[in-house]
C-alpha cells in the first residue's frame, strides 16, 4: 500500500486530494523556455529574467553568439556580456551541466529554475522545405526534439525575430516575444504629463483648501479624491469660465501643492524670441527653464516643436542668464534610408549631415533676433554656433558634462541601456532633455513599449527633479499637419 501511493500520479482519497490539488493550482508545471540569439544580444541578462521557469541554449545560440562576438557595436558588446555570463553559470555548476544548473545563487533570487545547454546530437526532422544549413532552422529542430522528449510540459521558442516566430508557429510549436524588456503593452497607456481636471475639481476638493500668491505665482494646497493619483511635477488644466494651468509641486499624502503655470504664451515672457503655441508647449517649456528640473523628456509627433523650444531654451539659459555653459546636442545615427558610408572630418563634421534639425531650427531662432541687419544676424549665428557642440554617442561613455544643457534628439532609437548610459554621463548643473516621438522607431528590435525614451518616462514619473510632456498638436504647417493626419 505505501509503494502504491508513491507511485499512483494522483491519491484516491479525498481529503488528501483537496490539499494536492491546491498545491497544484498554486505551482503548474514550469515552462521550458528555448532561446533564439536575438534574445542574448538584445539582452543578456535575460538568462535571469525568466523567474521559475527553466531555460533552454540550443548549440546554434552559443554558434551564433559566438559569430557575433567581434566589434565595438552595442550588439558586439551585449553578445560578449551574455557570453561571460553563461560562463560564469557553467563555471557554477559543480554537478555538471546534465541536468540543468541551477540559476538561484547567481541571480540573486531574481530566477529559481534552471539553465539546460544542448548536451547531445539532435537528429534533425525538419519538412523538407526549410534547408537544415540554416541557423533558425537548426534551432526550431532542436524545438521540436524537446515538444517531443517532454510531452506533458509546455515548451515556447522565445525570440525577437518575427519571421522566426511565424515559422514556429506555422510548424505547430508555441512561439513568444521577449516581453521582459517592455515598459507597457500599450504605448496609449504611456504617463503623458497632463490630467485635465473634471468640471466639480472645486467642489470635491475645495474643503479646507489653502491659497497665497509667492512671487508672482499662485499656490493651492488641497486634498480630495483625485489627488492621491497626481504625481509630482504632473501638469493639471481647467477650461471653461475660470481657466487654470498649472502643476502639482509637492504631495504629501493626500494632500497636494498646485503652482500656477508662467505663461510662456505672452510675449512679454519670449524665450528667444519663441512663444508658446499652445497648452503643451507652455507646459515644455516651464520644465525646460525651471532650474530645479534636471531630466526632461518630450515626446510628440512632427513638428511639435520639441526641437526648437528646448533649442530655445537652451541658448536662452546659456547665453543670456549663463546658468549653463554650453548646449551639447547628440542623437542617434540611423539612417532611414540606405547608408550613405563613411563620411571624412572631424568628429563634428560626421555628425552634421545628421544635425539638419538643429540648422533648421537655428536659422528660426537666428531670424527672431531681428536687430543688425545681415551682419548682425551673422555675427548673432557665429556666437550661438560657437556655444552649441555637437558630439557622437560612440564616445560618451566615461564622460562626465559639468554645467552643460545636453540634448539627446531622436531618443526613440535607444535602448533603455543605450539611455542609461546616456543620462548617468550628467555631472552637477546639467540639465538633461530627451526628445522622440515613438512612432517614428528605425532601430531592429525595438517597439514603442521597448524603446529608451520609453523606459525613462515611465521610470522618471514622479521624480521631483524631472518632468515629461506630450505634445499633442502640430505647429509646422497646415501641410505637415494634414500629412501627419492622412498619410
Known sequence: MPATR????????????????????KRPPCKLFVLDTNVLMHDPTSLFRFEEHDLYVPIMTLEELDNNKKGTSEVARNTRQASRMLDEIVSSAVDGIENGIALGTLSHGQA???????????????????????????????????????????????SKDINMRIK???????????????????????????????????????????????????????SGPLTPDLLVNEFVFQDGDN??????????GRSVVLETLVDYSHSKN????????????????????????????????AGTGKTLLTLAAGLTQTLESKRYSEVIMTRVTV????????????????????????????????????????????????LIRSRIKIKSLNFMRGRTFLNKFLIIDEAQNLTPKQMKTLITRAGPGTKVVCMGNIAQIDTPY????????TFVVDRFKGWAHSGHITLQRGERSRLADHAAEVL
Not at 8 to 18: C, E, I, K, L, Q
Open 6 to 25: 508513491k507511485t499512483a500520479p494522483a491519491p484516491t482519497s479525498a481529503s488528501a486530494s483537496t490539499p494536492k490539488r491546491g498545491a497544484n493550482r
Open 112 to 158: 529559481s529554475g534552471r539553465l539546460h545547454l544542448q548536451t547531445e546530437a539532435i537528429d534533425v526532422r525538419l519538412p523538407a522545405a526549410l534547408p537544415t544549413a540554416r541557423g533558425d532552422n537548426q534551432i526550431l529542430a532542436v524545438v521540436m526534439h524537446l515538444v517531443d522528449k517532454f510531452p506533458g510540459r509546455e515548451v515556447i521558442l522565445v
Open 168 to 222: 514556429a508557429r506555422a510548424l505547430g510549436l508555441a512561439a513568444q516575444d521577449y516581453f521582459n524588456d517592455k515598459v507597457l503593452e500599450d504605448s496609449d497607456l504611456l504617463y503623458s504629463g497632463t490630467l485635465e481636471l473634471p468640471a466639480d475639481f472645486w467642489d470635491t476638493h475645495g474643503r479646507g483648501m489653502e491659497s497665497w500668491k509667492e512671487e508672482g505665482r499662485t499656490y493651492y494646497r488641497l
Open 243 to 252: 481657466p487654470l494651468q498649472a502643476w502639482v509641486k509637492e504631495k504629501d
Open 270 to 301: 519670449n524665450i528667444w524670441g519663441i512663444t508658446a503655441r499652445n497648452r503643451e508647449q507652455n507646459c515644455a517649456l516651464n520644465l525646460l527653464m525651471n532650474p530645479e528640473i534636471d531630466f526632461v523628456t518630450l515626446l510628440g509627433q
Open 335 to 382: 539612417p532611414v534610408g540606405e547608408d550613405i558610408g563613411f563620411l571624412p572630418g572631424t568628429e563634428e563634421e560626421k555628425m552634421a549631415p545628421w544635425m539638419g534639425a538643429l540648422e533648421d531650427n537655428l536659422d528660426v531662432l537666428n531670424g527672431t533676433t531681428g536687430e543688425g541687419g545681415d551682419w548682425g544676424r551673422a555675427a548673432t549665428r557665429d
Open 446 to 453: 525595438l517597439t514603442e513599449g521597448s524603446s529608451g525614451l
